[in-house]
C-alpha cells in the first residue's frame, strides 16, 4: 500500500487545491434513493489568497471539479504579516466558531484537521487555531474562512479613517 501524501495537489499552472470532505448524500423519491456526491474544496495561491467551494454531482470527480470552480469563484485576499495573520480574529459559521491567533515564526501550524488544510494552501506558515462548538468540517471550514475575511492590516485601517498608522496606535496607547 502507498502511502499517501498530504501536500496540496498541484498541477501546471494551477492553484494548489485540496480535499476536504468528500460525502454520499441521496435523496429520496418515488422510485427509490438517488445517489449523488458531495465535494468541500479549498483552493490558494500561497500568498494569502484562499477560497472556499463546495460541488454536489452524480460522479466524485465531476463533484470535485464543480467544488474547485466554486472556489476559485469565491477567492479572497488575506492580509499576510510576514508568515503569520495580523491579528486575532473569531469566525463563525452555523454552529461552528474557529479562533485565528497570531503566532511567531517556527511555530508552524497548529490547528485541527479541515482548518489545517485551509492555512496551508493560503500561505499562511504560522498560527494558532482553536475550533469550538461544531466539529463538522464544512462547518469549520467556513468559520475559518470567515475569520479570514475578517483580517485587516494596521495600514487599511488607516487608509479607511483617513490616519496615519502612527496616529491610530497612538490612539490605542
Keep these: 500500500m502507498a502511502k499517501r501524501d498530504n501536500k496540496p495537489q498541484v498541477k501546471e499552472n494551477e492553484l494548489p487545491n485540496k480535499l476536504i470532505a468528500l460525502r454520499r448524500v441521496t435523496k429520496v ?13 479549498v483552493v490558494g495561491d500561497g500568498k494569502g489568497g484562499i477560497g472556499v467551494g463546495m460541488g454536489k454531482a452524480a460522479e466524485v470527480p465531476e463533484a470535485i ?21 495580523p491579528h486575532e480574529a473569531v469566525g463563525k459559521f452555523g454552529s ?6 497570531p503566532a511567531e515564526e517556527g511555530t508552524g501550524v497548529i490547528a485541527g484537521g479541515p482548518v489545517r488544510a485551509i492555512m496551508e494552501v493560503s500561505g499562511i506558515k504560522d498560527v494558532r487555531t482553536k475550533s469550538l462548538g461544531s466539529n463538522n468540517k464544512i ?7 470567515e475569520g479570514l475575511k475578517q483580517m485587516r492590516t494596521a ?16 490612539e490605542e496607547a
Design 96 to 101: 461552528g466558531k474557529v479562533i485565528i491567533l
Design 29 to 41: 423519491v418515488k422510485g427509490g434513493r438517488t445517489m449523488r456526491f458531495s465535494a468541500l474544496m
Design 65 to 85: 471539479r464543480k467544488a474547485t470552480a466554486d472556489a476559485k469563484n469565491n477567492m479572497i485576499k488575506v492580509p499576510l504579516s510576514g508568515t503569520t495573520v
Design 139 to 145: 462547518n469549520c471550514v467556513k468559520a475559518a474562512f
Design 155 to 170: 495600514e487599511m485601517i488607516a487608509a479607511l479613517r483617513g490616519k496615519t498608522v502612527q496616529e491610530i496606535k497612538a
